[in-house]
């Protein structure tokens, strides 16, 4: 893992952490602010995207 993907991972974490937990409704990205976050979750793999800024993030569980 490189630092920079580190680096993503420490920004998305809070946003992270409600999804894991169930509550993805009304996130905002970590980036813009926005509550435009698209959540797209499945027993192995989470999928987040903001449509105001196109921010993302893509990860397996």
Known sequence: ???QDD???VVWMDVLD???AGRSKSLRC???S???LQVEKT???????CSACGKYF???L
């Open 18 to 20: 409600e999804v894991m």
């Open 7 to 9: 680096d993503e991972i």
């Open 34 to 36: 926005q509550q435009t």
């Open 43 to 49: 027993p192995a793999s989470v999928s987040i995207k």
């Open 30 to 32: 970590p980036y813009c």
């Open 1 to 3: 893992m490189h630092k």
């Open 58 to 60: 893509e990860g397996r």
